[in-house]
């Protein structure tokens, strides 16, 4: 149970008499009632009250067992009488228990609040709490009471939200607005558990209003109330008390257990990634393939299109990345004569060791990476079209299957930057979420935000989880104060952990299996 419910249950419990045992050597709520009756009659001779309005509500069991109502004028004639069985919130009362309506349980005082608007009350010394429908809002240099009263607050979005208490005791000296009603009671315990009731029970079938709630004088004034013996009023506030704490206690675990709850999804999620692309979430074979034949086959690849003028050569040559006899990976560059640079030791840019059979290389050494612009919107021409257009609001999820925008022929050659991504090709983001990544299933253009990695022989999946695995790094390396973003270099020069192809497909299963499992 949530620490709410549970608040709320044994709030209801406590006001239905079912929280502490009954003591048959209590007096009775009626003696209670009587005496709240005298003081109010002696309030009303004095001017200091007035009879209510309809009548004094007077309820009563009938011979039939069914709470009934009647209403008395100023001399005690009966003025109406009614059944009131489908009023009752609940079925039975305790012994010595009684109904009463708010107006008959307590003296309103509403007439004495004064609102202050706030003008004034910022010339004002601030000493004395000024309160209003959900508690001291402000401070002002004078008191409008000096006594400990109940305020309910009047009106407010809270009537209904309740994330704050409703029902509150005002103690010392105070001023109160208009925005909350005013009543005194025989005691303040009595008025203790008059709050405890009204916090525990809904409000919506007293509240007036959607757009600004409000619940006046007479609809509060009828509420009704389950009134115990004194005694037991003390023993339920006791019990409440005692109980609170406890439940503010487990209501912080709970807190705490639902916020590792939320977070351990994704906390898993990274960990697993993580164990993946350093080569702990599956075993190796040592029949596999190594990983260093993969990538001589991509260079092949690589110097062939370069020869065939079908792609560039890459500027400063081709990134190969070798362990040197001293145990430290280096880096050398091969032009496109098959001249080699000096090697250059990166061993402090290698984030952590991989298995045998793995190796390191750059990004741009297995994908041809290309960008993406966005036509001129001003120009309809340019839209609407039948070739899809992507953009960072449709990098969500693992696939792209579709696109919200679209651009015609037009629109695509009215920019020569703008790559076509085909299916199986992957999109990642370098700007508003860097490293952000999806598979495509279709053929796209895409926008400035976006670049289109076309892979050669390798699993796009794996390529897809390694990007997952790293937002966290691409996020802390991004630039810009209002829009992150990374630089194209930046991109094609992350070192990626390559596994044999094989163990390519055996991470992407089981990173499959074990994603399904988390969500």
């Known amino acids: 149970m949530k620490a709410r419910d549970l608040k709320n249950s044994i709030l209801q419990m406590a006001v239905e008499g079912k929280l502490v045992p009954q003591d048959p050597n209590d007096e009775p709520a009626s003696v209670l009632l009587e005496r709240i009756r005298e003081e109010k009659q002696r309030l009303i001779a004095e001017g200091k009250a007035k009879f209510p309005k309809g009548g004094e509500s007077i309820i009563y069991t009938g011979s039939d067992g069914s709470p009934y109502e009647k209403r008395v004028d100023a001399k005690g004639r009966v003025l109406s009488e009614k059944c009131i069985e489908g009023e009752v919130p609940f079925e039975e009362l305790p012994e010595g228990w ?44 004078r008191y409008l009471f000096d006594k400990t009263l109940l305020l309910i607050g009047e009106d407010g979005a809270n009537l209904l939200m309740r994330s704050k208490p409703i029902a509150f005791l005002a103690r010392d000296k105070y001023w109160v607005n208009n925005h909350a009603h005013v009543l005194d009671g025989i005691n303040e315990r ?33 509420i009704l109330i389950p009134i115990p013996p004194e005694s037991e009023q003390t023993r339920i506030l006791a019990k409440v008390n005692e109980l609170m704490p406890l439940i503010e206690d487990y209501g912080k675990l709970e807190d705490a257990r639902e916020a590792l709850d939320a977070a351990l ?20 074979d040592p029949a596999d393939e190594p990983a260093s034949a993969l990538l001589e086959r991509i260079r092949e690849q690589r ?38 640079s000096e090697p250059v030791c990166i061993e402090d840019e290698i984030p952590f060791e991989i298995p045998d059979g793995w190796e390191w290389a750059r990004l741009e050494s297995i994908a041809r990476v290309s960008g993406g612009a966005t036509p001129d919107k001003g120009n309809l021409a340019y839209w609407n079209g039948e070739i899809p257009w992507a953009s960072m609001k449709d990098v969500h999820g693992n696939f792209l299957e579709s696109t919200l925008d679209s651009i015609t022929e037009a629109g695509l050659e009215s920019k020569a930057s703008i790559s076509v991504c085909e299916p199986g090709d992957l999109i990642v983001s370098t700007r508003l979420i860097p490293g952000k990544s999806i598979i495509s299933r279709i053929n796209t253009a895409i926008n400035q935000d976006l670049k289109v990695l076309h892979l050669y022989e390798f699993d796009v ?25 990374i630089k194209l270099g930046q991109l094609t020069s992350s ?25």
């Open 265 to 284: 999804p994704g906390r898993l999620r990274k960990s697993v990634l993580q164990m993946a692309v350093q080569g702990k979430l599956v075993p190796q």
């Open 461 to 485: 999946i794996y390529l897809h989880f390694w990007f997952r695995s790293q937002l966290d790094n691409f996020m802390r390396m991004g630039s810009g104060t209002t829009v992150p973003g």
């Open 98 to 141: 009684v109904w009463a309506r708010l107006e008959t349980a307590l003296v309103n005082r509403d007439s004495e609040r004064i609102p202050v608007s706030v003008a004034d009350r910022e010339r004002l010394a601030k000493i004395y709490d000024y309160y209003g429908a959900s508690g001291v809002i402000d401070k002002v240099d």
């Open 190 to 222: 009595y008025l203790e558990y008059i709050a405890l009731f009204i916090n525990s029970i809904s409000l919506a079938p007293y509240v007036t209003g959607t757009a600004q709630p409000k619940m006046n004088q007479a609809k509060m004034g009828s």
């Open 495 to 519: 070192l990626i952990p390559i596994p044999p192809l094989s163990e390519q497909s055996r991470i992407v299963k089981q990173l499959e299996m074990l994603q399904s499992i988390i969500a």
């Open 303 to 340: 110097r062939k299109l370069i020869a065939e003028k079908k792609m560039k050569a890459p500027k400063g040559g081709e990134s190969v990345i070798f362990r040197g006899s001293d145990g430290r990976r280096y880096e050398k560059r091969i032009d496109a004569k098959g001249r080699e």
